[in-house]
């Protein structure tokens, strides 16, 4: 994907200081998660959920239910069950009687699992630096400061009715 066919190719001059924010946001994350995804694949033959899934596990040595997988990872429960069918037929989860209900169960990563998610991480952190190293150390701490205002306001939002129109924020 080059940057110039991404989702910010749809921005004009004219078009709102935000919405050039959000196309750039967006497209950066876009182009990060395409390479991650590329470089999975590449170097450890698995997927973005298959590695999400690993880590929220890695996580939590006593597992999570298929529902609290699925709502960490935003993914619906059929499509947790199909990544952790093939996860443990592979030998790098299980399911384990939960220890408070007894009509559920609790996905675990096996030894070899955390072994394989452990080497994988590694590697996927380094990929993150890469990708991030255009920034100076100041610059990369900055951008994290703002993003966690922008995190912070955006908790706020959606107990706000919304306001239709009544942008107070100028285009430049």
């Not at 395409?34 to 006593?62: H, I, K, Y």
């Not at 597992?63 to 709502?71: A, C, N």
């Amino acid at each position: 994907m080059s940057l110039a066919i991404d989702l910010e190719s749809r921005v004009f001059d004219d078009h709102h200081q935000a919405i050039k924010l959000w196309l750039r946001l967006l497209a950066c994350t876009n182009r990060v998660e395409s390479v991650v995804r590329n470089r999975l694949r590449g170097e450890f033959a698995t997927t973005l959920p298959r590695f999400d899934l690993l880590a929220q596990l890695e996580r939590e040595p006593e597992g999570l239910t298929m529902g609290e997988l699925s709502q960490r990872m935003m993914v619906t429960g059929g499509n947790v069950t199909g990544i952790t069918d093939q996860l443990e037929a592979e030998g790098l989860v299980r399911r384990a009687p939960h220890p408070s209900d007894r009509r559920a169960f609790a996905v675990q990563l096996t030894p070899a699992g955390r072994r394989q998610f452990r080497r994988m991480a590694a590697v996927h952190e380094q990929w993150v630096i890469e990708l991030f190293a255009g920034w100076s150390a100041d610059e990369k701490t900055r951008v994290y400061e703002l993003l966690a205002g922008l995190k912070t306001h955006l908790a706020t939002v959606d107990a706000q009715p919304a306001r239709r129109g009544k942008s107070k924020e100028k285009t430049t």
